[in-house]
């Protein structure tokens, strides 16, 4: 899916910024804190979810993809979830 990034300002406000895909669906909205995407499926709009459950998901299903673990570990430092982050890295050495 090929998402277009409205970089004209029209789709920026005080919320953020909503970033659209092909279809013109708001697949992500792009605020001051965390990210939020939008999954959609066959369903129609299925999950918001933010970075944390992205890579969660993306390590559970694939969980030899050390990329994916180390992802989610920086993500938990900086969102200072000291335990996760600490169980991530030993994941990821190990």
Known sequence: ???VNNTS???CGSAGCLIYDGLGRIVEIDGSSTPVEILYTQLGKTAYMNVTTELRV???VQSND???HYAL???YW???MWP???QEIEK???
């Open 1 to 3: 899916m090929a998402s």
């Open 9 to 11: 300002g029209t789709g």
């Open 58 to 60: 993306r390590t559970q």
């Open 66 to 68: 050390c990329f994916s």
């Open 73 to 75: 570990a920086e993500a």
């Open 78 to 80: 900086l969102k200072g």
């Open 84 to 86: 996760d982050f600490a």
């Open 92 to 94: 990821k050495l190990l």
